[in-house]
């Protein structure tokens, strides 16, 4: 079992900056791939980035060269911090773990709002 917990949202001006962290207890947290995904209020979840056990990363096209996801092992975190944030990156941004045999965790989420 894996348990997340997001942190860092809230509220920024547009081109401002925010850091997410999800802090994950359990075991075998580095075998896992790690994702921030979000859901913008009227829409599906969608994929934001992924990295994985070995540290290869995936962005979707709408954050590439705005947003960077990295993980730090010793920590059992997850970071994604995210620039240039626009009014339609509003949205509640979730942690994933994922892992074949492993299984797959979401957290609760956090609201992240861009407006001025």
């Known amino acids: 079992q894996v348990q997340l917990v997001e942190s860092g949202g809230g509220l920024v001006q547009p081109g401002g900056s925010l850091r997410l962290s999800c802090a994950a207890s359990g075991s075998a947290f580095s075998a896992y791939t790690m994702g921030w995904y979000r859901r913008a209020p009227g829409k599906q979840r969608e994929l934001v980035a992924t990295?994985?056990?070995?540290?290869?990363?995936n962005y979707a096209n709408f954050v590439k060269g705005r947003f960077t996801i990295s993980r730090d092992n010793a920590k059992n975190t997850v970071y994604l911090q995210m620039n240039s944030l626009k009014p339609e990156d509003t949205a509640v941004y979730y942690c994933?773990?994922?892992?074949?045999?492993?299984?797959?965790?979401w957290g609760q989420g956090t609201q992240v709002t861009v407006s001025s």
């Open positions: 990295v994985t056990s070995g540290g290869s990363t």
């Open positions: 994933n773990a994922n892992k074949v045999y492993l299984g797959n965790y």
